[in-house]
């Protein structure tokens, strides 16, 4: 099995670096990464600058690996369609810093590392610890290595990828594994006014997770909280079925211009 293992932390992450040296007992192993931190940049792809790609070394591991100036996705499509010489049968993101749960996803870099496989047709899983400072890594690196082999075993559906979510606690402490669904957890956030040493006006974003009492118990949030590994399948298709069906009552074609 060839795994390609991409992160959004950047190539210095102690996450990656675990995820790779997991991934060396189940597979051969190829790492294109950002060179730096690039965390909430979502699906972004460069398409006004070059990319460029470094030679890199991976502590404990083996593993041919690059870092790359380009966000996650970039890294993805620069392994794929320039750097590796054999197409990769699972692509792997993370493991993230920090939980990517509910509205994390759409502006999650790992997430979207791994949503970038799976528009190439690649099985693809994206793996988060939820933790904020120091993250048992090793947990969440076993496991996710562990389903990429499961992955690459039953095929995944085209349009599909897998996000993985382990709370930061030792293994024997992890109550199990529950398939979820996205939960709708919001930030309250709010943008700081800061005065600069000119005396202009800057913002800085801040804010902190919204409380979790409604989280129903078949989300990806309830899982972490109640101690289990959350797995959520997702898709690309970002339809929302109900309100199509409901547009269709809508009197569009009265809303154009004659
Ligand atoms: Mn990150």
């Known amino acids: 099995m060839r795994i390609l293992v991409t992160n ?17 007992r189940v597979g051969e192993v190829a790492v294109v990464a950002p060179h730096h931190d690039r965390s909430a940049s979502g699906h972004a792809i460069t398409l006004h600058k070059p990319l460029r790609a470094f030679p890199a070394r991976i502590p404990g591991a083996r593993a041919a690996a690059w870092a790359a100036t380009g966000t996650p996705a970039d890294c993805v499509l620069l392994a794929v369609y320039a750097l590796l010489e054999a197409r990769p049968d699972v692509v792997l993101s993370g493991v993230n810093l920090g939980p990517n749960i509910g509205h994390d996803l759409t502006y999650s870099g790992t997430v979207s590392g791994a949503m970038e496989a799976a528009i190439l047709g690649i099985p693809a ?3 988060s610890v939820d933790a904020e400072g120091e993250a048992r890594y090793e947990v969440a690196a076993a496991f996710a290595a562990a389903l990429a082999q499961e992955v690459h075993r039953r095929g995944m559906p085209a349009d599909a990828l897998l996000n993985v ?9 992890i109550r199990g594994v529950r398939v979820t669904r996205q939960s709708a957890r919001r930030y309250r956030s709010r943008l700081e006014r800061r005065t600069d040493p000119r005396g202009r006006p800057y913002y800085w974003l801040v804010g902190e997770r919204a409380a979790a009492e409604a989280d129903e118990p078949d989300t990806d949030s309830h899982a972490l909280a109640s101690g289990f590994v959350s797995v959520t399948p997702l898709q690309m298709d970002l339809t929302h079925t109900a309100l199509r069906a409901a547009l269709e009552g809508w009197p569009l074609q009265d809303l154009l211009p004659r």
């Open 165 to 173: 979510n382990v709370p930061n606690l030792e293994a024997s402490r």
């Open 8 to 24: 959004d932390d950047g190539i210095e992450a102690e996450g990656l670096h675990a995820l790779v040296r997991a991934c060396e």
């Open 125 to 127: 899983i994206a793996v």
